[in-house]
T-cell receptor, first 114, second 111 residues
Framework: DGGITQSPKYLFRKEGQNVTLSCEQN?????MYWYRQDPGQGLRLIYY???????QKGDIAEGYSVSREKKESFPLTVTSAQKNPTAFYLC?????????????FGPGTRLTVL | KQEVTQIPAALSVPEGENLVLNCSFT??????LQWFRQDPGKGLTSLLL?????REQTSGRLNASLDKSSGRSTLYIAASQPGDSATYLC??????????FGAGTTVTVRA
């Protein structure tokens, strides 16, 4: 059963903590993405990766970090430097190696800062 | 920078009526355009993908058109049903892998 999984579904963070959100795909897609969604706003791109061991900053990368050691996995770390991390985080992947191919999304992780 | 706008932000229609959802974008040099559906608290489900060389794409009751020169796309949903109630998002793809999203139109179909 192919798809994208994200864990956990809900995550609570205390002030000053780093937390890591998991994203795994078994679609054999080359590219993976992390987006942030805030109420009433469109999705904003945090980081993306076109290939293993390579990734690029998106529009709102400050306070976040990623790694891409395996094709299937693209974890996102929300660091203490991110001042307003409460949001819904969505991971996506796409097959196309050049240009914006069709993107498929995971179920999301809702992060709340306590 | 690509700006994507979806108007109206919310729409309520009686069951059976056809839905027309609008999306406009500022830069016509696009790679593709994708329409998504999002249910509350859930991820995005891809509905239709239109490549820049295409004028429209159809899937069942859904039809999406693309007019690059005017910077517009329209999603038509025929004979709406209560199960069509959701938020519909338009996203414009560029050559550098990025998708630029609109804020979405929240649709309510009244039984």
């Amino acid at each position: 059963d192919g798809g994208i999984t994200q864990s956990p579904k809900y995550l609570f963070r205390k002030e000053g903590q780093n937390v890591t959100l998991s994203c795994e795909q078994n679609l054999n897609h080359d590219a993976m993405y992390w987006y942030r969604q805030d109420p009433g706003q469109g999705l904003r791109l945090i980081y993306y990766s076109q290939i293993v061991n390579d990734f690029q900053k998106g529009d709102i990368a400050e306070g976040y970090s990623v790694s891409r050691e395996k094709k299937e996995s693209f974890p996102l770390t929300v660091t203490s430097a991110q001042k307003n991390p409460t949001a819904f985080y969505l991971c996506a992947s796409s097959k196309s190696h050049t240009g914006g191919g069709e993107q498929f999304f995971g179920p999301g992780t809702r992060l709340t800062v306590l | 920078k690509q700006e994507v706008t979806q108007i109206p932000a919310a729409l309520s229609v009686p069951e059976g009526e056809n839905l027309v959802l609008n999306c406009s974008f500022t830069d016509s040099a696009i790679y593709n355009l994708q329409w998504f559906r999002q249910d509350p608290g859930k991820g995005l489900t891809s509905l239709l993908l239109i490549q820049s060389s295409q004028r429209e794409q159809t899937s069942g009751r859904l039809n999406a058109s693309l007019d690059k020169s005017s910077g517009r796309s329209t999603l038509y949903i025929a004979a709406s049903q209560p199960g069509d109630s959701a938020t519909y998002l338009c996203a414009v793809g560029s050559n550098d892998y990025k998708l630029s999203f609109g804020a979405g139109t929240t649709v309510t179909v009244r039984a």
